[in-house]
């Protein structure tokens, strides 16, 4: 017998300079859905500072801290709460390394070489570990509730119970 392994989530921020671009936004998006990913949770906001100095507070002593924090608050950012087997490892090889001009050279395929336009504006955010993920989730969408959705979601999802909604870029799990 084989045991079904659980989809794993990660978070994925669009930057503002992607959300102020339309073919930007919807080339990582087809990106997202190509992948297999299922879009468990879709919001869009202007990060507050607060957030912002809580989510980049590993960052706080590196020199590029107080860039990282004014372009993050400058305009609106897309959260996606993905999920599919192997989340984290996928999203991360989707967007390629942070360094965008390294990124063109070695990974120019990804959304970081094709959307990123520095070091600092390099597209997409995405959680490195499930720790992470928690912690960040926590940050963005603090609404969020791992348990319902290890409990009640997760399982429809698992099984393919969900319709896509395109006009909200968002999975919804079914019953039937």
């Given amino acids: 017998m084989t ?9 994925a921020i669009m930057k503002p300079h992607v959300v102020s671009c339309p073919f930007s936004l919807h080339d990582i998006r087809r990106t997202i859905l190509d992948n297999g990913f299922y879009v468990i949770r879709s919001k869009r906001q202007t990060i ?14 590196k020199f590029f801290y107080n860039r990282l924090i004014t372009f993050m608050t400058s305009g609106p950012s897309e959260a996606y ?6 989340a984290i490892t996928v999203w991360r090889r989707l967007m390629g390394p942070t360094k ?7 990974n120019p395929d990804s959304i970081r070489a094709k959307h990123g336009l520095t070091d ?8 490195d570990s499930d720790e992470s ?3 960040e989730i926590s940050i963005i969408v603090p609404q969020f509730c791992f348990e319902h ?9 698992r099984n393919g119970k969900v319709q896509f909604n395109d006009q909200q870029f968002i999975h919804l799990a079914h019953n039937s």
């Fill in 81 to 86: 709460i993905l999920a599919r087997e192997d």
């Fill in 48 to 61: 507050k500072l607060e957030q912002a100095e809580q989510f980049y507070s590993e960052h706080k002593a």
């Fill in 120 to 127: 600092t504006r390099n597209a997409t955010h995405g959680s």
């Fill in 133 to 135: 993920v928690r912690q």
């Fill in 100 to 106: 965008v001009f390294q990124c063109q050279l070695s």
């Fill in 3 to 11: 045991s079904v392994k659980p989809l794993q989530l990660t978070l």
């Fill in 149 to 157: 959705w290890k409990q009640t979601e997760e399982p429809m999802f």
